[in-house]
């Protein structure tokens, strides 16, 4: 929450055009905010979810929203290898055997992710005029409306505007939860908080899988039915506590609601171990300040303009590299293994298991994090090495044919992979977007990160089909050979365009990118040996 303030000189005035009137004149300076600064560096992870136990709770509670984008992705790729929703919804391929066409295979997996890239850029709106709370209320009751329509559907043309319709809501979710995370929580809570958006992914997923994997002997309409009501759910049970939880601090300190702000930071923390509030919301007000000298308004265009470009870029690419470097594979788990040459049982049970490894993946990052205290850099960088390696064994392995072994080392592979993936590049991504962003631009740049990644993952989902399908390309485990030289690439831009954002306070970060410090020197440069005054040293960045 808060953190370092700039050197910067007594009385330099941070007002702009659209400041509200609480934050005008209001002057930028490190003393007073030093002991705040202090603290929060100091503060250790046990200790701060002593101190913060009520924003623990609701980081996860907002989350849980993002298991509903995570649970219809899957269960609609799980789809395609259901017996019964085949029969309904797929072409004759034989003998009592149907199959979901490429076509419709693409179209239905366009769904979600086509409405993900316009949900997720109304959200940077919305968001900043409502807050975290409203919008996010209402998304769950546009949720609960349109499930009736996947629910209801008597045909994959209904189905497929469902899952478009649906998907409008999942992309608000995806940047909501990560939005908010990171604005109620301090430094000590943060890496661990916004990596769990990538745990309730994989909920959402591990749920859908043992949803497809529990109804796959059933062979009427309720095998693929009874997933889709459970989607009623979440949105029902997120209504029902929402109104109790507290606004983003952040939010309403640039909406000028200083007391909600304050009156907010009080119910996030205890009672019994509660910090300085009156410091840390001077903190939060400072950090505002000093991304109001920076940037006078906060929009879109904002975000590709100075130095936020280089900040969007981060976001685009570490958010992206889940698409581009493997990740379809692990949607299409079931269907692959299937096409691969295991029995529909096995697969299933393959499926289930990957999501169980991804699960366990995601829970093993937070002591990566807290505990070991490895970097945000480190930890995504040496995923993307070791799941590279993996992707091109897995491609290796699918060119023995008839080979019973190979093809149970593809399986076996791809839930290793899995595991690395959920451990590093999947929790790591949602820690390093939440902390690169500027505060003030956080939601809009997460939108732009989120639909970029839609969009990829629609030219993903129109290739996979064709890939994988045995009456198309038919690659089965080559699709490893494609991933793997992707995966390559990105490995190469993460050594040298990723930074270390671990233990750096929003206002540090602030401040190294300002001063242009090269992106892999973020680790070790020290803040507060920069330069004193903060135009002077805008001027000096500029100058170089």
Known sequence: MASTQPELEKGATAAAPDVPETTKGATLDLDATREVVEMEHELKFWDAVRQYPSATFWSYFFGIAVIMAGFDAQIITSFYALPAFQARFGDPVGDDQYEISAQWQMGLGMGNPIGQILGALASGWLMEIFGRRLTLAACCVYSIIFVFVQFFSNSIQVLCVGEVLGGLAYGFYVVIAPTYSSEICPLALRGVLTASVNLMFVIGQFIGQGCAAGLETRLDEWSYKIPFAIQWIWPVAILAALPFAPESPYWLVRKGRREEARKSLLKLTSAKNRPDIDQVLLGIEQTD?????????????????????????????????????????????????????????????????NTAMGFVGTIVSWPLMAYFKFGRRTIYSGGMIFMTLLLFIIGFLSIPTNNMAAVWGMASLMNVWTFTYQMTVGP????????????????????????VQALFSIVFTVAIPYMLNSDEANWGGKAGFLFGGISFACLIWCYFRLPESANRTYEELDLMFQRGVPLREFKTYVVLEGTTDFKESEKAVEAL
């Open 289 to 353: 300040l000093l991304e109001q000298e920076m940037e006078d308004t906060t929009t879109y265009m904002d975000c590709f303009r100075g130095k936020n470009l280089l900040r969007t870029e981060i976001s685009i690419m570490v958010y992206l590299i889940q698409v581009i470097g493997g990740n379809p594979l692990i949607g299409y788990a079931n269907y692959f293994f299937e096409q691969a040459g295991l029995p529909t049982t096995e697969a299933f049970n393959m499926g289930v298991g």
């Open 428 to 451: 790591i991504c949602f820690v390093i977007i939440s902390e690169i962003s500027a505060t003030r631009l956080r939601n809009k740049t997460i939108a732009i990160a989120t639909a």
